[in-house]
């Protein structure tokens, strides 16, 4: 990966030219800029490693400086230059978020140090926030952006865990797509894609902020409901079937379980869940059914 530049803010002359050729000389690229929103206005338009800039750069007080620069972009290394004098200043602005500072007359050898360590911690970041990313991406379904099957049975695992130590009810939906082979038959793949979109949509607008999504496989999907008896779980469940049936162009069909009265671990939910699915289906469609 290309390394990301330093930006430095400075308004004396001598000393913008005296730090950015010492930068280049230490390999580093520099963009460079004489007031605080012109270096604001680069932030938003590239990404930088590292802003150095000095306390007197602006009429903000030095811990709004921070903040200012860290809403263009929480991501950025700030380094403070400062004379002996404004020390402190530097220091508050370390608790507000910088990453360290510099001091006035430069020392050239303690410069490469805080930068090299700034740099340094901006890529670990950088890197942590990849992996998170990527993370995340292998536990999301690429069509609905609902959570995939496999995050669901991770999930569960560790619900049930948690509600041997500190009991409490929760209730799974599992429902599917009526005649969505058909459907697709009909209308064709992209169309039947867009009804799993669809659902997804009305599946966001129906939860809680506490409650999870995915979809199973093909065209079923598991709402997982923390939290709740079997008896609100049939609520939102009706909710959802009305909304299906108003907004989609083929129904669905809702089988429902919960801990802790159709069993005390994933599997046994998730099969009970299957087995009211699978009722409902059989003797109608369009409709919900209960373990």
Not at 64 to 82: E, N
Not at 249 to 255: A, C, E, H, K, L
């Given at each position: 990966?290309?390394?990301?530049?330093?930006?430095?803010?400075?308004?004396?002359?001598?000393?913008?030219?005296?730090?950015?050729?010492?930068?280049?000389?230490?390999?580093?690229?520099?963009?460079?800029?004489?007031?605080?929103?012109?270096?604001?206005?680069?932030?938003?338009?590239?990404?930088?490693?590292?802003?150095?800039?000095?306390?007197?750069?602006?009429?903000?007080?030095?811990?709004?400086?921070?903040?200012?620069?860290?809403?263009?972009?929480?991501?950025?290394?700030?380094?403070?230059?400062?004379?002996?004098?404004?020390?402190?200043?530097?220091?508050?602005?370390?608790?507000?978020?910088?990453?360290?500072?510099?001091?006035?007359?430069?020392?050239?050898?303690?410069?490469?140090?805080?930068?090299?360590?700034?740099?340094?911690?901006?890529?670990?970041?950088?890197?942590?926030?990849?992996?998170?990313?990527?993370?995340?991406?292998?536990?999301?379904?690429?069509?609905?952006?609902?959570?995939?099957?496999?995050?669901?049975?991770?999930?569960?695992?560790?619900k049930m865990h948690d509600i041997k130590q500190n009991p409490q009810h929760l209730s799974i939906l599992m429902f599917d797509i009526d005649n969505f082979k058909e459907y697709n038959d009909t209308y064709g793949h992209p169309a039947g894609d867009n009804v799993l979109k669809d659902i997804a949509n009305l599946i966001n607008?129906?939860?809680?902020?506490?409650?999870?999504?995915?979809?199973?496989?093909?065209?079923?999907?598991?709402?997982?409901?923390?939290?709740?008896?079997?008896?609100?779980?049939?609520?939102?469940?009706?909710?959802?079937?009305?909304?299906?049936?108003?907004?989609?162009?083929?129904?669905?069909?809702?089988?429902?379980?919960?801990?802790?009265?159709?069993?005390?671990?994933?599997?046994?939910?998730?099969?009970?869940?299957?087995?009211?699915?699978?009722?409902?289906?059989?003797?109608?469609?369009?409709?919900?059914?209960?373990?």
């Open positions: 990966m290309e390394q990301a530049p330093i930006l430095l803010i400075n308004e004396d002359k001598e000393d913008r030219q005296l730090l950015s050729d010492s930068f280049k000389h230490d390999g580093y690229s520099v963009w460079v800029c004489e007031t605080l929103n012109e270096g604001l206005q680069m932030l938003q338009e590239r990404t930088f490693a590292i802003v150095l800039t000095e306390i007197s750069v602006a009429s903000w007080e030095s811990r709004q400086l921070v903040r200012k620069i860290k809403t263009t972009d929480p991501h950025v290394a700030i380094v403070a230059i400062t004379s002996y004098n404004l020390i402190p200043e530097a220091i508050g602005m370390m608790e507000e978020g910088a990453f360290g500072y510099i001091t006035k007359p430069f020392n050239l050898s303690e410069m490469r140090i805080v930068l090299e360590h700034a740099m340094e911690q901006y890529y670990l970041k950088h890197e942590a926030r990849q992996k998170s990313y990527y993370h995340q991406l292998s536990l999301i379904d690429g069509l609905t952006g609902l959570y995939n099957h496999r995050y669901l049975y991770d999930v569960l695992g560790k607008v129906t939860i809680r902020s506490n409650d999870m999504s995915f979809r199973y496989g093909g065209e079923e999907f598991v709402i997982f409901l923390a939290h709740t008896q079997k008896q609100s779980a049939v609520l939102i469940a009706e909710r959802l079937l009305n909304l299906a049936r108003l907004h989609l162009p083929t129904t669905i069909s809702i089988g429902i379980a919960a801990y802790p009265e159709d069993g005390d671990n994933a599997d046994q939910l998730i099969i009970k869940a299957d087995q009211a699915l699978y009722k409902a289906k059989t003797t109608g469609k369009d409709r919900i059914c209960l373990s």
